[in-house]
């Protein structure tokens, strides 16, 4: 299984030595959709960038098919004289990563 783990350590000092006392929490990873925290954010993104870029009015949020499979979302605008011509697929990847302040456990 993958784990992200937390390094913690705490420094006790005494006379004679410092001990170092190092544990670990453990968290599964999280899912990142190309750096945003879900898909709903995500589609929203890809749709803002496409109409800032192409700048068509008319062609909503809900006029967009969507493909999403465990590993990448990408949408298109439908073909229409309003939305446009053909349009092609951008592949917006769905990963896993830690946490802050957590690191991939390799065990």
Known sequence: MNY???FLLSLILSANATFANAFAADRSP???YSG???APELKMAIYSIWIAQFGLVGC???QWSW???PTYITGV???SPICG???GYNYYYITKVCATGYVADKS
């Open 67 to 69: 493909i999403e499979t």
């Open 30 to 32: 999280e899912l990142s």
């Open 77 to 79: 605008p439908e073909t």
């Open 60 to 62: 909503g949020f809900e």
């Open 4 to 6: 992200c783990r937390l």
């Open 85 to 87: 011509g053909s349009h």
């Open 36 to 38: 945003y925290g879900t």
